[in-house]
C-alpha cells in the first residue's frame, strides 16, 4: 500500500525558513518523480514543486523560485521542501504527491497524495 | 503557462443525475495531458481520470472524461451522495496548473 505522510508545518514568522519533509512507503520510491501541492486557506490546489525520477532534475513555479528548494533522499524515501524568505501568502496546507507513471517522468498526474501538512507565515 | 478554466463555479444537483463539468485550456494540451482529481474537507484530493480518458485505480465506471486540445468534460453518469465534492482539472503536458475548481453540491 503506498503511504506518503508529511511532516514538518507550523507556524512561522515572514521572513523565515521551513523545512517539510515527506516519507514515503509502499512502492520504489526512486524511480519516481515527487511532487509538493500546496492549498492557501479558501483557495484552490497550485502546483509547487517537482523532482525527477530519472535525473536530477527539479522544477519550481515562479512564485517560489529562489526561495523554495525540493530534495530527495531515496536512502531514505524521504522528499523534502526547504522553504525560505517565507511570506504571508505562502500559508497553505502542503501536499506531498507520487508521480503516477514512470514512463512520464516529472509531465506525469498525481496518482497518490498525503494528508498534508500546514504551514502558516504570521507574525 | 497554461491556464485552466473551469466551469461552472458550483453545481447543484441532486442524488442520481447527471453532472457535467467542464475545463478548457488557455492553449492546447499536449498528448491530452489532464487529470481529474476530487477534494473532500480534511482529506486529500483523489485521482479520478489521468490521460483525459482513463480511469484510475478503484474508480467507479459512473465517472467519465473526455476532449482534446483545448476542451476537456468530467461526467459523472448518476451522483451518489458520497460524489459531492470540489473537483479539479490538472494539466501535466507543460509543466503544471490546475483549474480553480468546480464545487457540486447538494440541491
Known amino acids: 500500500e503506498v503511504q506518503l505522510l508529511e511532516s514538518g508545518g507550523g507556524l512561522v514568522q515572514p521572513g523565515g525558513s521551513l523545512r517539510l519533509s515527506c516519507a514515503a512507503s509502499g512502492f520504489t520510491f526512486s524511480i519516481y518523480a515527487m511532487n509538493w501541492v500546496r492549498q492557501a486557506p479558501g483557495k484552490g490546489l497550485e502546483w509547487v514543486s517537482s523532482?525527477?525520477?530519472?535525473?536530477?532534475?527539479?522544477y519550481y513555479v515562479d512564485s517560489v523560485k529562489g526561495r523554495f528548494t525540493i530534495s530527495r533522499d531515496n536512502s531514505k524515501n524521504t522528499l523534502y521542501l526547504q522553504m525560505s524568505s517565507l511570506r504571508a501568502e505562502d500559508t497553505a496546507v502542503y501536499y506531498c504527491a507520487k508521480a503516477g507513471s514512470v514512463f512520464l517522468g516529472e509531465l506525469s498526474s498525481f496518482d497518490y497524495w498525503g494528508q498534508g501538512t500546514l504551514v502558516t507565515v504570521s507574525s | 503557462e497554461i491556464v485552466l478554466t473551469q466551469s461552472p463555479g458550483t453545481l447543484s444537483l441532486s442524488p442520481g443525475e447527471r453532472a457535467t463539468l467542464s475545463c478548457r485550456a488557455s492553449?492546447?494540451?499536449?498528448?491530452?495531458?489532464l487529470a481529474w482529481y476530487q477534494h473532500k474537507p480534511g482529506q486529500p484530493p483523489r485521482l479520478l481520470i489521468y490521460g483525459a480518458s482513463s480511469r484510475a485505480t478503484g474508480i467507479p465506471d459512473r465517472f467519465s472524461g473526455s476532449g482534446s486540445g483545448t476542451d476537456f468534460t468530467l461526467t459523472i453518469s448518476r451522483l451518489e451522495p458520497e460524489d459531492f465534492a470540489v473537483f479539479y482539472c490538472?494539466?501535466?503536458?507543460?509543466?503544471?496548473?490546475f483549474g480553480q475548481g468546480t464545487k457540486l453540491e447538494i440541491k
Open positions: 490538472h494539466q501535466y503536458g507543460s509543466s503544471h496548473s
Open positions: 523532482f525527477s525520477g530519472s535525473d536530477d532534475g527539479t
Open positions: 492553449q492546447s494540451v499536449s498528448s491530452r495531458s
